[in-house]
């Protein structure tokens, strides 16, 4: 199977991504422990990534490098996903899923006593999926007359996604008890699939040829297949299709974050991002017909004698235009109990609702003339890829305990809703609700500057029904079975 990125950016489906708060972003092996809970307690470069500000709790005489003016972390993520899916009429659907390894990469250091700066470099949604699902044709019967049901067609679905980040971020101490921070996130966006698609009836235009017009009148190509089809209902007919895109210009995102001495023994965090810079994905798409129009099409020229597709494939030019990604609020809390245990809380909320909205691909300029002559005009079409999430709300608890006087221990659960519904992408699977984690660090002796992370993070096994497709009804009631295993790793070098 083909990969749209080098082995080592690869990551499975962004299930991961909603363990976290929405997204991969700024998950260390230290929040990651505690299920993202910790991001409170600013113990990574990375925490930065989702609150600017918790980047003057790395510096000073509470951490565990008091005189350290810089710090480099290092991180690598083993995913590994395991899904299986049911169609609605209960078959099981061949699923192959890649176990993969992504990089992370965080610097951070003092400008002076009250200020510090940091930039990360991340992957921030990333899926890797294939499958070979078996389909109904709209127009293509078992029997030329029409009995015997839909004749079925094997269409092979793929997605490679990744998205990469590139995060400066700068915080400031206003007093004892407050600091401030803002940051960008830099991003930029690949997509490769192979998969199908249902096309309405009414996007054939195009009018019939001449020889059919002496037979059925002056019509559409449209009116003329939906007229044959009548007694069966049939309005739509399936494409398949393959291609890849990227983001003509990397979207931006604004962070703005703050933290709050409370008290001696807790601190609340809290962030908020605006959404993201609009930017348009483009790339090339190949069109085949062959199994349904393609295969109609060919039964006519079989019956008159006359050809009217002489080619049922045609590469276009692919747009979705105008893609911005969510706005994201949080809170978070830690509270030390003495100098050895500590709790965390994180709340997230993330605008998935408002981000699906109108996502229409734009195929134009078809390199087969003959595609003109059925949809009319320059052979332009608009898909709508179906997309209908609710928002997100994510939960998170943990604890950390100091274990003597260099080894800390940690723990966490976690929440999440399923913002998924509707149409499924092919190869993004539906978030799963509960997860769980435990880390542990190796903190560095008084003349080492290396302290030693990880974290092993399970999605629980969970069945998920998805709704009505309107990119492919052949996915409509699809039932995920899911779980997810993921172990961060890494070090942190302060100096």
């Known amino acids: 199977m083909p990969r749209l990125l080098p082995a080592v950016f690869l990551l499975c489906s962004p299930v991961l991504a909603a363990q976290q708060g929405g997204e991969l972003t700024g998950i260390s092996p230290i929040s990651a422990g505690t299920a993202g809970a910790g991001v409170a307690g600013g113990g990574s470069a990375l925490d930065a990534s989702t609150n600017p500000a918790s980047l003057m709790n790395l510096f000073g005489s509470h951490t565990r490098h008091p005189n350290a003016q810089s710090r480099f972390e290092l991180y690598g993520r083993f995913v590994d996903t395991q899904t299986d899916i049911t169609d609605r009429n209960g078959n099981a659907i061949d699923v192959s899923q890649d176990a993969a390894i992504g990089p992370w990469f965080a610097f951070a250091q003092l400008i002076d006593p009250n200020v510090a700066w940091s930039i990360a470099f991340q992957p921030t949604l990333g899926a890797d999926f294939a499958a070979t699902r078996t389909t109904d044709l709209n127009l293509v019967t078992v029997n030329p007359d029409g009995s015997g049901g839909p004749m079925q067609d094997q269409v092979p679905m793929e997605t490679q996604l990744m998205q990469l980040a590139l995060e400066p971020s700068l915080a400031w101490r206003v007093n004892r008890d407050w600091s401030f921070g803002v940051g960008l996130s830099i991003r930029d966006t690949n997509l490769e699939t192979t998969a199908a698609t249902e096309l309405g009836l009414s996007k054939l235009q195009g009018d019939i040829p001449v020889g059919l017009a002496n037979v059925f009148g002056d019509m559409s190509w449209g009116d003329l297949i939906q007229q044959l089809g009548m007694d069966r209902g049939v309005d739509r007919f399936q494409t398949e299709f393959s291609g890849e895109a990227d983001s003509g210009m990397p979207t931006i995102f604004l962070k703005f974050g703050g933290t709050w001495q409370a008290t001696e023994q807790t601190q609340v965090g809290f962030w908020f991002r605006p959404q993201s810079t609009a930017t348009d994905m483009e790339g090339k798409v190949d069109v085949d017909l062959s199994a349904d129009l393609g295969a109609f099409v060919e039964g006519l020229e079989d019956i008159l004698s006359e050809d009217f597709l002489d080619d049922p494939r045609s590469s276009y030019d692919f747009e979705l235009a105008s893609i911005a990604f969510p706005r994201q609020a949080g809170m978070s809390v830690a509270h030390r109990f003495d100098n050895h245990d500590r709790f965390h809380a994180k709340f997230v909320w993330t605008d998935w609702s408002s981000t699906f909205s109108d996502w229409n691909v734009h195929l134009t300029n078809p390199s087969n003339p003959e595609f003109q ?31 003597g006087e260099r080894l800390t221990l940690r723990g966490g659960v976690g929440w999440s809703n399923n913002p998924v519904r509707g149409s499924v992408f092919s190869g993004v699977a539906p978030y799963n609700t509960m997860h769980a984690a435990v880390g542990a660090t190796l903190w560095g002796g008084p003349q080492d500057v290396f302290d030693w992370h990880l974290a092993v993070i399970a999605a629980l096994p969970e ?28 070090c942190s070098m302060s100096w």
């Open 373 to 403: 002559g059925y949809l009319g005009g320059d052979g332009s079409v608009d898909v709508d890829l179906g997309l209908n999430w609710r928002d997100s709300i994510v939960l998170s608890a943990g604890y950390e305990a100091d274990v």
């Open 463 to 490: 069945k998920w029904t998805s709704g009505d497709n309107t990119v492919l009804s052949d996915l409509s009631r699809d039932e995920f079975n899911q779980q997810v295993l993921s172990v961060m790793f890494g």
